[in-house]
């Protein structure tokens, strides 16, 4: 079993800065990728960025230039630093890996998610 929780979520003002995190934990032999998504009311849960083990990242384009991903390695942790945060960027942001467990075998998983509320 794979368990990812998120943190690091709340309610800032438009143009502030929010740092989530992500901790994947249990039984991990390797990680291929991780990435962020948000979901917001009466949308679809849409891509936001992603990275991959060699160090290669994407990004959504309403997030190019504001947010950028981050991974520990050593840490089973992904990071997403925020900035210039806006009213659409209210979401909840779910994290999501691909692993290869100890028993050799890739799953994607996913966190429950963590609200991220910008507003004045």
């Known amino acids: 079993q794979v368990q990812l929780v998120e943190s690091g979520g709340g309610l800032v003002q438009p143009g502030g800065s929010l740092r989530l995190s992500c901790l994947a934990s249990?039984?991990?032999?390797?990680?291929?990728?991780m990435a962020w998504y948000r979901q917001a009311p009466g949308k679809q849960r849409a891509l936001v960025a992603a990275?991959?083990?060699?160090?290669?990242?994407n990004y959504a384009d309403s997030v190019k230039g504001r947010f950028t991903i981050s991974v520990d390695n050593a840490q089973n942790t992904v990071y997403l630093q925020m900035n210039s945060l806006k009213p659409e960027d209210t979401a909840v942001y779910y994290c999501?890996?691909?692993?290869?467990?100890?028993?050799?075998?890739?799953?994607?998983?996913w966190g429950r998610g963590t609200q991220v509320t910008v507003s004045s």
């Open positions: 999501n890996a691909d692993v290869y467990t100890t028993y050799m075998e890739l799953g994607n998983y």
């Open positions: 249990g039984s991990i032999s390797s990680i291929r990728a």
């Open positions: 990275i991959v083990s060699g160090g290669g990242t």
